[in-house]
């Protein structure tokens, strides 16, 4: 697992360490100048106060902003939004061939937090951890979870929990595999068609809409 924050290296020290404390400072002291006079009932924005909004504000909003990349602030990979993919399982259909599915991932994604969402037509999932690991040279993205189908199914599989584990290339598309406790495993590719999210199977939502795996 990978700490957003590593005190280790030396540009997490002068940002999160020296630069932010030092802006929340002036922060504090500009305001405390701006209102020299304040009624008790007002609180005049303090140095600690201070920091937690400037740090609130880059987790949220501005850590993915190429600046932070280039000064080494931010070095795991910027997977927010939603994705098409392609999943081919090792389950094989009554023709012998490799089932294929379309599957929808969503990724919500701060500087400190992940959490991933996938949506199949036919399976409900719960996404039980979500995080960033070092494998090799490269930062995966691993998600453990737990499957089951929905009421209207009518396959063979049964509920089921695995993991997934992707990487993101250099063209930004997304590539992996995945593994469950039913024994089957497959791969994996998405790539991106926007950062908004919409939380359905369908992009405009419908009957077809649904959160989870297809069968694997």
Known sequence: MMNPIDFRKTSH???????LPALSFGAGWLCAELIPNAP???ETLSPLAAYALLYSAFD????????????????MPDVRGRWLG??????????GK??????????EQTFS?????????NWNSQQTATTFMKVGND???????????????????????????LIQLPDTTLEGSYINAAGRSGELTFRRT?????????SVGGNASSKGKSSK
């Open 13 to 19: 020290i002068i940002f999160f360490a020296a630069f």
């Open 40 to 42: 008790f009932w007002v």
């Open 60 to 75: 949220r909003f501005a850590w993915h902003w190429p600046i932070w990349r280039k000064l080494g602030i931010v070095t």
């Open 86 to 95: 392609e999943q081919i399982s090792s389950h094989r259909d009554k023709n």
């Open 98 to 107: 490799n089932r294929k599915a379309r599957v929808i991932m969503e990724i």
């Open 113 to 121: 937090s992940i959490h991933t969402m996938t949506y199949y037509r």
């Open 139 to 165: 930062c995966a993205l691993v998600t453990f979870f737990e499957s089951e189908p929905k009421v209207h199914y009518d396959g063979d599989a049964e509920a089921h929990k695995g993991y997934m584990r």
């Open 194 to 202: 926007r950062y908004t999210l919409h939380r359905t199977f369908n």
